[in-house]
T-cell receptor
């Protein structure tokens, strides 16, 4: 039981390049989330999903797209990376309505130069 | 929307007790969480309050007053390994059944000998 796994763990991109971050959970959770964490800003919600095939915007969605084609996977895409997207990205998952805590992946440290 | 406030930094002495406060304003409160995050690591769940009162779990306790929009995390018998950031998070029913989890900016606790 691996929990929540994020790949890659580190990445350096050039401005304008694209990439996809993968989040995989093996706990059969319904809800999945993508956050970014920047110094002094805390964790900010980018996009989230309440089930397979559904996605919704969070607090800071601009410049990102997501997909949840399979229940266990939640993909975060950057179509044209910008230096402002340099951050640490965390994925989290929860069972669903009525549950308690969210479980986090180990994070992806992304640098856009 | 939500507004969550907590102190930016705190320092306490090994063996002492420290209280980290969190105030929040939210339209659809549905629970408050405390997470611990060591530098460079993912947040890990500490406690959950949905009803008023104190929840105790070993050296850690968390208190909630829904009428005041206030919570605190109490850490007893501080140890050096407690040096970390402590994140207050509020679960909000946005009306779409999403139960978003919104985080404060975190309180960096330094435990000194």
């Amino acid at each position: 039981n691996a929990g929540v796994t994020q790949t890659p763990k580190f990445r350096v991109l050039k401005t304008g390049q694209s990439m996809t971050l993968l989040c995989a959970q093996d706990m059969n959770h319904e809800y999945m989330y993508w956050y970014r964490q920047d110094p002094g800003m805390g964790l900010r919600l980018i996009h989230y999903s309440v089930g397979e095939g559904t996605t919704a915007k969070g607090e800071v969605p601009d410049g990102y797209n997501v997909s949840r084609l399979k229940k266990q996977n939640f993909l975060l895409g950057l179509e044209s990376a910008a230096p402002s997207q340099t951050s640490v990205y965390f994925c989290a998952s929860r069972v669903g309505v009525g549950d308690t805590e969210a479980f986090f992946g180990q994070g992806t440290r992304l640098t856009v130069v | 929307g939500q507004n969550i406030d907590q102190p930016t930094e705190m320092t306490a002495t090994e063996g002492a007790i420290v209280q980290i406060n969190c105030t929040y304003q939210t339209s659809g409160f549905n629970g408050l969480f405390w997470y611990q995050q060591h530098a460079g690591e993912a947040p890990t769940f500490l406690s959950y309050n949905v009803l008023d009162g104190l929840e105790e779990k070993g050296r850690f306790s968390s208190f909630l007053s829904r009428s005041k929009g206030y919570s605190y995390l109490l850490l007893k018998e501080l140890q050096m390994k407690d040096s970390a950031s402590y994140l207050c998070a509020v679960r909000d029913d946005s009306g779409a059944g999403s139960y978003q989890l919104t985080f404060g900016k975190g309180t960096k606790l330094s435990v000194i000998p």
